[in-house]
């Protein structure tokens, strides 16, 4: 409660179908049936109705909060901590403030960008447990690369031709 009003924007306006509104969001139908209960002096109804799902209600025996996410800000959020790279630290070193020593301090030459390891990801490395999983494997394929295997055909060689090169069989790319 913010200002005597919900931060969450509850309750709801009773709406009798699914709908999309301007901004991609779900407007979640809420019909107006007539029950209601009290709680703390308030009427709660069918606006007041987290959206959640019963599938995983009975499954897990708690409630989960569910709402679509249709945004590409979603993923981007969902997945930014997988994509962000590892974690960064900037160090200087520098003499102590209370040092009799008078040189000059090249600032540039000491400072570093480094990569920070924190202790639960040193223990997770150590343990040689999985830091991220593809399915299905992902394998890049090399092929019109120097040193490796080329696929050369002419524009104008029939296709039965070329399938049947025997560099073909051979390669990644068409096996």
Known sequence: MQNEKCSKHFPKRFISSTSIDEEGYPVYRRRDDGRSTKRSGIDLDNRYVVPHNRFLLLKYGVHINVEWCSQSRSIKYLFKYVNKGHDRVTVAFCDS??????????E????CDCRYISPCEAAWRIFKFPIHHREPSVERLSFNLPSNQNIIFSDDDPIDVVINKPTIKESKFLS
Do not use: F, T, W
């Open 97 to 106: 403030a209370n040092s009799s020593d008078s040189r000059g301090v090249d």
């Open 108 to 111: 540039i030459n000491m400072y």
